[in-house]
């Protein structure tokens, strides 16, 4: 079955550093997605990306983070300087369109020292 | 974006028990309802959804969950639990809009030898 994939699995980074998270979505979905959980936290909703731009964003999603699709298959979220809050598992998922059914992939975990 | 309300944080049965798990949105459109379960340490993983047709949806692992309209709620049961059902649940609901699923906060079911 196809699988949404994530790397790096963990990350430990010095508060400051940019850090980029990569996703490589089922080839054939459209949407694209951003969730962020903080430990023994909700799942909380980042940014939503279609046709190459950025559909939505939630408050979280500042000027510190930004998405890309560099070449139409990766799709990254960049922390431009990160801070300790940033300490969370991000996860990304896609959907097909017209399905409304989300796949996760299994997470990146980023630790902010 | 919808709102969620998982009323329960924390529910903790003994294995073999049923048990159920409560979930109302708020919607004044058509909603899709889901349910994912996150395992210790891993990603999110659909359980089962709700798009249209019967109120009584089954998902994996024996679990259904019922779509009742009246009260706004998608309610998630089983049986009989298993050891191995310990995990966090989040209902999700969305529209029909492929940009605005919102996690509720979860619910963890910790299941007792």
């Known amino acids: 079955e196809p699988e949404v994939t994530q790397t790096p699995s963990h990350q430990v980074t010095q508060m400051g550093q940019e850090v980029i998270l990569r996703c490589v979505p089922i080839?054939?979905?459209?949407?694209f997605y951003w969730y962020r959980q903080i430990l023994g936290q909700k799942v909380e909703f980042l940014v939503s990306f279609y046709n190459n731009e950025i559909s939505e964003k939630s408050e979280i999603f500042d000027d510190q983070f930004s998405v890309e699709r560099p070449d139409g298959s990766n799709f990254t979220l960049k922390i431009r300087s990160t801070k300790l809050e940033d300490s969370a598992m991000y996860f990304c998922?896609?959907?097909?369109?017209?399905?409304?059914?989300?796949?996760f992939g299994a997470g990146s975990r980023l630790t902010v020292l | 974006a919808q709102s969620v309300t998982q009323l329960d944080s924390q529910v903790p049965v003994f294995e073999e028990a049923p048990v159920e798990l409560r979930c109302n949105y708020s919607s004044s459109v058509s909603v899709y309802l889901f349910w994912y379960v996150q395992y210790p340490n891993q990603g999110l993983q659909l359980l089962l959804k709700y798009l249209s047709g019967s109120t009584l949806v089954k998902g994996i692992n024996g679990f259904e969950a019922e779509f009742n309209k009246s009260q706004t709620s998608f309610h998630l049961r089983k049986p009989s639990v298993h050891i191995s059902d310990t995990a966090e649940y989040f209902c999700a609901p969305s529209s029909n809009n492929n940009n605005d699923m919102r996690f509720g906060a979860g619910t963890r079911l910790t299941v007792k030898p």
């Open positions: 998922a896609s959907i097909k369109g017209g399905t409304n059914v989300l796949t």
């Open positions: 080839s054939n979905h459209l949407y």
